[in-house]
């Protein structure tokens, strides 16, 4: 159980391009979804916190129209990084949260997915 | 500001050392501390949550444990499978999102 996934795993594009990355719960729901950035041997970043059916929560120097998050179902979100440039390179990890009940502080990690902008 | 510290950045073992891994932290109202195992190019893999100090929670080579400033992963006759980057994550009482605040990890070598 507690199974996220993301899609794609990994992608490269051309400056200026946009990119969707999708997360998705496979065997729970989660109300809540955490995406997260991770640079080269740094640990993770907290970007956002997306509810389901409201608008996410960006922390602190995240461009909230750079990064734009869809929370659409209690099983996907989805970021997608518009006009990407090479510093948007990096790893980007979701998370997703229990609906309620046993587990439901802990946050179960997606594989993540590499974003290289050329 | 919540901030979580681990120690050491990096740490090589014998196969069969066993060590211990330190997390401590200074948070205004500690909700909940969570272990993290990293491997290369992959999405964290949950290990444990802890709640309370004298907590202790086990897992195969692993053992948790927390006090009011600390958690420590101990990790018994290591294997080279057990060789990965370790976080720990601190969860706090105040906000209802329930963020995690993350220390930097461990990176684990662990040598056959």
């Known amino acids: 159980g507690a199974v996220v996934s993301q899609h794609p795993s990994r992608v490269i594009c051309k400056s200026g391009t946009s990119v969707k990355i999708e997360c998705r719960s496979l065997?729970?729901?989660?109300?809540?979804m955490f995406w997260y950035r991770q640079f080269p041997k740094k640990s993770l970043m907290l970007m956002a916190t997306?509810?389901?059916?409201?608008?996410?929560?960006?922390e602190q120097g995240v461009e909230k129209d750079k990064f734009l998050i869809n929370h659409a179902s209690l099983t996907l979100s989805t970021l997608t990084v518009t006009s990407a440039h090479p510093e948007d390179s990096s790893f980007y990890i979701c998370?997703?949260?229990?609906?309620?009940?046993?587990?439901?502080?802990?946050?179960?990690f997606g594989p993540g997915t590499r974003l290289t902008v050329l | 500001e919540d901030q979580v510290t681990q120690s050491p950045e990096a740490l090589r073992l014998q196969e069969g050392e066993s060590s211990s891994l330190n997390c401590s932290y200074t948070v205004s109202g500690l909700r909940g501390l969570f272990w993290y195992r990293q491997d290369p190019g992959k999405g964290p893999e949950f290990l444990f949550t802890l709640y309370s100090a004298g907590e202790e929670k086990e897992k195969e080579r692993l053992k948790a444990t927390l006090t009011k400033k600390e958690s420590f992963l101990h990790i018994t006759a290591p294997k080279p499978e057990d060789s990965a980057t370790y976080l720990c994550?601190?969860?706090?009482?105040?906000?209802?999102?329930?963020?995690?605040?993350f220390g930097s990890g461990t990176q684990l070598t662990v040598l056959p």
């Open positions: 998370s997703a949260k229990y609906l309620a009940g046993v587990g439901y502080n802990e946050q179960f």
């Open positions: 065997d729970f729901q989660a109300t809540t």
């Open positions: 997306s509810n389901e059916g409201s608008k996410a929560t960006y």
């Open positions: 994550a601190v969860q706090v009482s105040s906000g209802s999102a329930r963020q995690l605040t």
